[in-house]
């Protein structure tokens, strides 16, 4: 089946600097990938909709400066954190749309990215 | 606008007895409605799917969902819980494409 990775799996840094996260489509090309954040005990918010070769679609209140996305090809897209700061600290999961027998999409995860900014 | 609700936030069933978990959706058709299960500090895992037909879908894992139209729901059930089943699971709709999440169920089983 489909695999998403997703680098680095755990990752610490100072407050002020930007942190880069992965996320490779493994087996199967994916032109459009989602980053999502969650908090503790909480659900997933949609932060963007990464489209591969465009620029990437943010949700209301998600500051596009701050949390950069790329989709260069059709198997990576990378999330760059800019200026980190404390309360950026979150679990951060990406996924890929694939489709389905009926043509749907679904959409397999990474296992997720856990920041603490210092 | 989409919304997903899951009613539960906390349920504890004990080892082997039955589980059922609520969601209900609103949407003005009839969206593709999902399952996932993150285990903890884990990504989501896809458990069961329903796009079209048999409104009875089966899943991984023993798992199986309901589609239920005129309620607006997909119960997820397990007639058998495992206690490798704790786990927080998430009910998922997604209108033209973009996926939205329930608030999740946390499940735990005791023994």
């Known amino acids: 089946g489909a695999v998403v990775s997703q680098h680095p799996s755990w990752v610490i840094c100072k407050s002020g600097t930007s942190v880069k996260i992965e996320c490779r489509s493994l087996d199967f090309q994916a032109t459009t990938m989602f980053w999502y954040r969650q908090f503790p005990k909480q659900s997933l918010m949609l932060m963007a909709t990464s489209n591969e070769g465009s620029k990437a679609t943010y949700e209301q209140g998600v500051e596009k400066d701050k949390f950069l996305i790329n989709h260069a090809s059709l198997t990576l897209s990378t999330l760059t954190v800019t200026s980190a700061h404390p309360e950026d600290s979150s679990f951060y999961i990406c996924s890929a749309s694939s489709s389905g027998r009926s043509g749907a999409n679904v959409l397999t995860f990474g296992a997720g990215s856990r920041l603490t900014v210092l | ?111």
């Open chain 2, 1 to 111: 606008a989409q919304s997903v609700t899951q009613p539960d936030i906390h349920i504890t069933v004990s080892e082997g007895a039955s589980l059922e978990l609520r969601c209900n959706y609103s949407y003005g058709a009839t969206p593709y409605l999902f399952w996932y299960v993150q285990s903890p500090g884990q990504g989501l895992q896809l458990l069961l799917k329903y796009f079209s037909g048999d409104t009875l879908v089966q899943g991984i894992k023993g798992f199986e969902a309901e589609f239920k139209r005129s309620q607006s729901s997909f119960n997820l059930r397990k007639p058998s819980v495992h206690w490798s089943d704790a786990a927080e699971y998430f009910c998922a709709v997604a209108p033209l494409g973009k996926f939205y999440f329930g608030t999740g169920t946390s499940l735990t089983v005791i023994p």
